[in-house]
């Protein structure tokens, strides 16, 4: 087996949200399709993966450094010790080459877009759905029959006004969510407060309501806004801050906190769990594979959770995306993030996808199931010419 | 005035040698032109900059985020306050519009290069050298006279026996350094031993070697590595470990500590004054702001570095290059590496620069005088068609 093809292509998720740092209206990410001389029920296996939303595509790293790497090397240097299938591990110690420690940023996420797609091809080569995969090799096939799942939404938005961030959230509960997620620190502490109250009025009780500050608050602002919203006993408080301001919010906030999508790498979450005061029976770490390095780096991230003693499913990746439905079944994670409505057609799960009580199911295609997603699918379709 | 044009290139700094953790063999830096309709001495201003060593080049960044952020800006929101010359901290706010926190990777190493040629074009506007308007505007016009330097060296090569690293140690006596680096952490450690012993037998004292790990060692090897090394009384030992590997190495090793070259960002030096147990009256912190978003973000650095207590003669910026010579002296740091013979062109300082006693001075030409290193010059010229 080898690799014939690899190319990568920049599209765009604009959109007209902004978060309390960032809008969204140049927003990109980076397709990468993985082409194999392999054969699957009469067709050849391509893998297909993507970076995940809020860091841009990343073709300048993907065409300069990693696809090089790849293409010089023998071929079947690459292969696991069968030779019948891609070694994600080796495929990474070429790409990842030459390359320094430290500096964990848009690196880690050209890697997540190609260990995607790498793993896609992996799992169809295998003839397994990925989450089953993952449950084989690194679960001693154990698994979930779903996953917690959450919608990432109420961002701040043109002309949004409290009764259209009601709706959203009533739209999320018709689809079948318990738990959803809106944005603050983006506007004045008493405003956001309003909104969080005319959320909570919909959703009938805090515990169903996670907000996350995006990294915006100094840390009286969010010991501050932890102080005024301790009494709605929220789902989580997400990102407040930096490490030590983790910590200190975590002696005062009696509440979870969720954080971790801007952590890009192994050792970024190790320093999180020394350094960040977490509680291991409240609070959640949300490190992205498909922005960090992949999925070849979160499973050093669940050994990581483990050694310090946390529980497994206290991880619940960022990004909304198939990858992280199939590691939180696979893998027994805590959950996912889900895009219903942002980030499309890259955000959200297969069309087929049903969420039951807040819980989803990745689907029964082999691979990642891109394939079930026909306006994504179309996308890598264009990508390798078919 | 205005910008009229912002080109970059990717160049090759390619060559044999090897640290402990990666080669040069594809190593590469983006030069980056800011051309401007300001004129000064009948020429028009034009600013050159480059990132440092070891990160590669960063086109793509620069080509789909940056710079069409600054094109699609009023040419007058990114002049300070008279009207007569650009303001890096609005440019930066610009190019860096939509970017999420943390992530501080090759976006830090874009910025980089992007914000030293901002400042040349600024220090050539005002007519001044680059050391000057910085102590000018940011240091009470406070200046030295010279900045101590040290040459990284000593890398691992093929076929270099003890005789060739012996050889380039003393060529570097004899260009007029006092202290020298060389690399460790490559090597078994009885090896690293050797080649340490023969360099303090040309230097006669281990108190002009400083050694660097390059962040090749876990804990263990680092402390074995302190042990052996401490009756060397050795200038510094370079980036053995993570935060609480350095806090912890710091309680038994007695010697200082360098750090902070993989750093990218102020809130990673935060992290590092507040997690890694360094100490105020003998470590290291060798943030280089060729890497790590600029002179713009170093100004912040020094800040933060002040305001945890400690002196900012303990800031020795990595990279070998103008751009640090100028900060070292304008803004009285505690000196800067240099490369004379690694990187070039990009590497070391203006041709007439001369080394005397360990230390050095950025000369005399406008800017960061680029115009002073003629391959370095060329290079440039040919990147604005001039």
């Not at 959109?15 to 082409?35: E, L, Q």
Request: some cysteine; charged content about 25%.
């Amino acid at each position: 087996m080898r690799i014939l093809d690899i190319r990568d292509a920049t599209e765009s998720i604009r959109s007209g949200i902004r978060n309390a740092f960032i809008d969204f209206s140049a927003m990109t990410v980076s397709a990468v399709a993985v082409a194999t001389d392999a054969v699957r029920d009469g067709r050849p296996v391509i893998g297909f993966g993507f970076c995940s939303n809020g860091r841009y595509g990343q073709s300048g790293i993907l065409r300069e450094r990693f696809l090089p790497r790849l293409r010089a090397a023998a071929p079947d240097s690459l292969l696991d010790d069968s030779g019948g299938n891609l070694d994600p591990f080796k495929l990474r110690a070429c790409y990842l080459g030459n390359e320094k420690p430290g500096g964990h940023g848009d690196r880690a996420v050209a890697a997540g877009a190609l260990d995607m797609a790498i793993w896609d091809a992996v799992a169809k080569t295998a003839g397994l759905l990925l989450w089953r995969l993952l449950s084989q090799r690194y679960n001693d096939g154990k698994a979930d029959d779903r996953a917690m799942v959450y919608p990432g939404g109420g961002y701040y938005y043109p002309g949004k006004d409290l009764t259209a961030l009601q709706d959203e959230m009533r739209r999320y509960g018709q689809q079948g969510y318990r738990v959803v997620k809106m944005k603050i620190a983006g506007a004045p502490l008493a405003e956001d407060l309003r909104r969080i109250e005319v959320v909570i009025a919909v959703l009938g009780e805090g515990g169903r309501l996670a907000v996350d500050a995006n990294g915006r608050f100094d840390l009286p602002q969010a010991l501050a806004c932890g102080e005024a919203m301790r009494p709605y006993v929220l789902f989580w408080y997400e990102e407040p801050l930096d490490y030590r301001g983790h910590a200190v919010l975590a002696e005062t906030y009696p509440g979870a906190i969720a954080t971790g999508e801007n952590l890009f790498a192994r050792i970024e979450a190790v320093n999180l769990l020394r350094h960040a005061g977490l509680r291991p029976d409240r609070d959640w770490i949300q490190v992205d594979p498909a922005l960090a390095y992949g999925l070849t780096e979160y499973l050093g991230v669940i050994e990581t959770v483990e050694a310090h003693g946390w529980s497994r499913r206290r991880l619940i990746p960022h990004g909304g995306h198939q990858l992280a439905l199939h590691a939180a079944v696979g893998l027994q994670l805590g959950g996912a993030e889900a895009y219903p409505l942002a980030f499309q057609p890259f955000g959200g799960f297969a069309d087929d996808c049903r969420i039951v009580d807040g819980h989803a199911h990745p689907g029964e295609r082999p691979g990642l199931g891109i394939e079930g997603k026909a306006e994504l699918y179309a996308i890598f379709r264009k990508l390798v010419g078919k």
